[in-house]
């Protein structure tokens, strides 16, 4: 059997880029080859960023969002609007809608929805500090900016129905957001549109 001709450090360095999402092996082989002909340009300052956010960025106890700050930059921010909450699956959509500039109330990130067949369940979520904060003094409406999938509706409905005894009014995204869409793959137009034409849920 031929040896290969890649080193064992260079072939670790592909093996972990070929773990993100998007990159297979032969897009992280190529990813490897360009860092590495760039390497005082991109592949050092990437190594020293990477290795900063790791020391630094946490996921805020609050919200859920990831900053190096805790509570984050969103949740300190005196300019918001702390009687709304936005609802939203992952980090990656509150990011999303930050984008879009629809929002200028708080967030609650719930870490994913619920999914019977990939057994994760309300207490795999973040429901139980969405509930806490709906109930306090300054929370008037609660907005479920949700994936429009099964799963997605799913948690919508469950998530209603533990805040009905809250008083708070539930409301969810409508029109723009297409059934099966994901906040992160969608433009600002549409996300905006879809915060603007909300409905009960």
């Known amino acids: 059997m031929p040896q290969s001709p890649i080193g064992p450090e260079l072939q670790r360095m592909i093996d972990l880029l070929a773990k993100l999402p998007g990159l297979g092996p032969r897009s992280a082989k190529r990813a490897a080859l360009h ?15 990477i290795a900063e956010a790791a020391e630094k960025v946490e996921a805020c106890t609050v919200c859920g969002n990831l900053d190096s700050i805790n509570p984050c930059a969103v949740c300190t921010d005196e300019t918001r609007d702390t009687s709304v909450l936005c609802v939203v699956q992952d980090v990656g959509d509150l990011w999303a809608m930050e984008r879009a500039g629809a929002h200028r109330g708080r967030y609650h990130v719930l870490g994913g929805l619920l999914s019977p067949l990939d057994g994760i369940g309300p207490d795999d979520l973040k429901v139980g500090g969405l509930v806490e904060r709906a109930h306090s003094d300054d929370v008037r409406e609660v907005i479920l900016a949700l994936a429009a999938t099964v799963d997605g509706q799913t948690t919508s409905h469950y998530i209603a129905e533990q805040l009905d005894a809250s008083g708070v009014d539930v409301t969810q995204l409508s029109q723009g957001v297409p059934v099966g869409g994901e906040l992160d793959f969608l433009d600002e137009g549409t996300i905006a549109a879809a915060m603007r034409t909300r409905r009960p849920a």
């Open 35 to 49: 860092l590495l002909s760039k390497r005082e340009g991109l592949m050092r300052p990437l190594a020293f960023a």
